[in-house]
């Protein structure tokens, strides 16, 4: 009885293990996804960050209420530590009779606000919002920060125009 016990505490710490070091790999390591992260903590601000996805990338979520729609922004930093790309997935679905006005309401948009650009894909009738950018060491939290306020007030100003297309 005393050896089952001792198996299977071993056991229970082997998996422990094996989880902890699970997180570690998994937690961001890249100086510029750290710099943000700090930046938000400072903040108050809650997020979610995954480390490096098989292409080297490091991930931060962040979730918005906004006048007009609760909006996920997705934040990819780029593993080369340069740059980072914005994005806000499904931010409408459009009904699929609708979706060609959809898209010129999308067109329309990307006409009218800087800085960021709206998707209509056609494979699943959704509406996504991107923003690309590059920055340095010294100004990547003040650079995502400020982009990250960009696409957030864009998309949720676009909302009204793209909801009559909506399923």
């Known amino acids: 009885m005393m050896?089952?016990?001792?198996?299977?505490?071993?056991?229970l710490v082997l998996v422990m293990a094996a989880f902890g070091a699970l997180a570690e790999e998994s937690a961001p390591q890249m100086s510029s996804t750290?710099?943000?992260?700090?930046?938000?903590?400072?903040?108050?601000?809650?997020?979610?960050?995954y480390g490096p996805s098989d292409s080297g990338d490091e991930e931060v979520d962040i979730t918005f209420p906004m006048d007009n729609v609760t909006l996920t922004a997705y934040i990819y930093f780029d593993s080369d530590n340069e740059g980072a790309a914005l994005r806000i997935w499904d931010l409408i679905t459009f009904a699929p009779?609708?979706?060609a006005e959809g898209v010129s309401a999308c067109n329309e948009l990307n006409l009218e606000y800087r800085w960021v650009k709206f998707v209509a894909d056609p494979s699943d009738n959704t509406v996504y919002v991107?923003?690309?950018?590059?920055?340095?060491?010294?100004?990547?939290?003040?650079?995502?920060?400020?982009?990250?306020?960009?696409?957030?007030?864009?998309?949720?100003?676009?909302?009204?125009?793209?909801?009559?297309?909506a399923e």
């Open 97 to 99: 009779a609708r979706f």
């Open 130 to 165: 991107t923003a690309d950018i590059c920055f340095r060491d010294e100004d990547v939290a003040d650079v995502v920060l400020e982009t990250l306020g960009y696409i957030l007030r864009n998309a949720d100003g676009a909302y009204p125009t793209l909801e009559p297309f």
């Open 34 to 49: 750290l710099a943000f992260m700090a930046m938000l903590d400072e903040n108050e601000i809650v997020y979610d960050a």
């Open 3 to 11: 050896k089952r016990g001792l198996a299977l505490l071993m056991a």
